[in-house]
């Protein structure tokens, strides 16, 4: 399972974002590595179809599907409202990806 967060730089909601993650790994007895990649200029948000800060990827596609395909160096918030997937969320999609390995 490849599982990527994309965060700007002094982004205050990457580092709890990461930590969901790793919770929910463990809480599910799952094992994977979670690559970080700072995003640092717009160039880089849109050849990585960035919609922003933090955004978490599993074996590539978004947690949440971003519905208007913007892009940039901002901060993004969910569904739930917050900075961060839910914990639902994130289960639901590490989930179906343990399924398609």
Request: proline residues 8%; contains cysteine; charged residues 25%.
């Given at each position: 399972?490849?599982?990527?967060?994309?965060?700007?730089?002094?982004?205050?909601?990457?580092?709890?974002?990461?930590?969901?993650?790793?919770?929910?790994?463990v809480?599910?007895?799952?094992?994977?590595?979670i690559?970080?990649?700072?995003?640092n200029?717009?160039?880089?948000?849109?050849?990585?179809?960035?919609?922003?800060?933090?955004?978490?990827?599993?074996?590539?596609?978004?947690?949440?599907?971003?519905?208007?395909?913007?892009?940039?160096?901002?901060?993004?918030?969910?569904?739930?409202?917050s900075?961060?997937?839910?914990?639902?969320?994130?289960?639901?999609?590490?989930?179906?990806?343990?399924?398609?390995?």
């Open positions: 399972m490849k599982i990527q967060v994309l965060y700007l730089p002094g982004c205050p909601n990457y580092l709890p974002a990461v930590e969901r993650v790793q919770k929910l790994l809480s599910e007895s799952l094992s994977a590595d690559e970080r990649v700072p995003i200029s717009d160039a880089e948000a849109a050849a990585l179809q960035f919609p922003g800060s933090p955004t978490i990827r599993i074996n590539g596609t978004d947690v949440e599907p971003n519905r208007t395909n913007v892009t940039g160096l901002a901060c993004r918030l969910y569904a739930n409202s900075a961060v997937p839910s914990e639902e969320m994130l289960r639901l999609v590490l989930s179906r990806a343990k399924q398609e390995e």
